[in-house]
Every structure is written in C-alpha cells, then in structure tokens.
C-alpha cells in the first residue's frame, strides 16, 4: 500500500473524513525551543551542555523520553557512568527545571515550516475535519499553536499527557478517531516519524509522512507509510 495514497482534493474528499496531525517536526520547527529549554535545565543541574544535533535524534516520544536520553547522553560524554540509578536520582531535579524553561521559551526560537499552514487549510477545504496529536504535553501544545495562528485548523489538539500511552502505540490515535465521531481507515495520519507511521499502522489508519521532520535522524522515506510529501502545501492539491 505503500505510495498508492492520492493526495489530490477529490481523491482524499472520497476516501477520508478527517485528519490527525503531529505538531513537532511536522508543523512546528521546535528544535530550538527544545534546545534552548534543555540547555537552561543542564545548567541548573551543573551539567555540560548538548549539541542542538543531538538533541533532533531524542525529539518525538514525549518529555520523559526525552530528559532521560539527555542526561544518559550528557553523563556519558562528561565521563560518569549513566547508571539507570543516577538518571532517576535527577530526574525530578530535571524535569521540574526543563518545566520552567521551556513554558518560559515555547515558540520563541520556533518557527512554523513552509507549507504548513497552507496544507492545513486543503485538508479542510477538502472537507477533512481536523485534529492535532503529538507527544508533546498539551500544556505546551496549545499555546504554541495559538502563537503561530495554527489552532483555528483544529477541531481538537491532544498531547503525551491525554491519554494513558503516548504514539507509536495506536491509543492516542483511536481515541482520537473516537473524539471526531471518524472509522481510523477514513482518518489520515500525518506526522514526521516512525512513531507516526507505527501508531497509525496498528490503528488502521491511512498515513502521510513529511520528509523534513526529526524521525530520530533517519529518512522518513525509509519508513513504510501511504505517501511522503516535501511539503504539506502537497496535501489536497
């Protein structure tokens, strides 16, 4: 199936009723907000600081995933062992320190990806209803789109924290099908990663990747989805 998703007006009217769209890596450049948050938390921990490209590889499976990745990444490269002991003994320091530093910066370094608002746009002039899901805490979700005038698009926005498991597991997707009254095989994914396209896989759904997004530094095309775009500007044309 691979590839055989038609991505013009007519054909996504005919065979879809709606869309589930990530944020980070897809919509939203964030990478810069990410770095900057973690760089103010690594030094209030009186740790080294992180190379803003390794931080693009820990991006997409939510807060938690991400601060532990960091700080095993930080603690080996200064030379302590990351004992899975230690990481947990800074954690509450860390996330509490990254909580305040990123809802300080959300949006600031970020800037929306070319395209972005304009695909939005065809999906609903297709008639597609449209809902935002990403892994990032809907705390910090929603500002941000409201920051870069992408909210009114959405019918709905849920992140990491909605819901009891967070995307590649099929859960968020489901349950979000469930919130717009939509079949997951007439709902479209379209997100950034492998996460994207697991989660919309084992839940039935159709899925776009985007090919400029983080996806833990590997192509995006190298990972089984419908169709791939270089720009959401591509969706409904």
């Excluded at 304009?118 to 979700?141: V, Y």
Aim: charged share 20%.
């Amino acid at each position: 199936m691979s590839g055989a998703l038609l991505l013009g007006a007519g054909a996504l009217r005919a065979r879809l009723d709606a869309a589930i769209v990530d944020l980070d890596g897809t919509l939203v450049d964030t990478l810069d907000d990410f770095a900057a948050a973690l760089g103010g938390m690594l030094q209030d921990l009186g740790l080294p600081a992180i190379p803003t490209a390794a931080v693009a590889h820990r991006v997409g499976k939510g807060s938690e995933h991400l601060l532990r990745s960091v700080l095993e990444h930080v603690l080996a490269q200064s030379g302590q062992a990351p004992a899975a002991t230690k990481i947990e003994a800074l954690y509450p320091a860390a996330w509490e320190s990254y909580q305040r530093h990123y809802r300080r910066i959300n949006g600031v370094h970020a800037r929306v990806y070319p395209g972005a608002a304009e695909g939005l746009a065809a999906l609903r002039a297709a008639g597609l209803r449209l809902a935002c899901l990403t892994n990032k805490p809907r705390a910090f979700a929603e500002p941000l789109l409201q920051a870069k005038g992408l909210a009114p698009h959405f019918e709905w926005v849920f992140g990491g924290d909605s819901f009891a498991r967070k995307k590649p597991d099929p859960l968020p997707l489901l349950k979000t099908c469930e919130a717009l009254g939509t079949l997951p095989a007439r709902t479209l994914m379209v997100g950034d990663s492998s996460n994207d396209a697991q989660a919309a896989r084992a839940a039935g759904c159709p899925v776009v990747l985007v090919t400029y997004g983080y996806n833990h530094g590997q192509s995006a095309r190298s990972v089984d989805a419908d169709a791939w775009v270089d720009s959401l500007a591509e969706l409904g044309r």
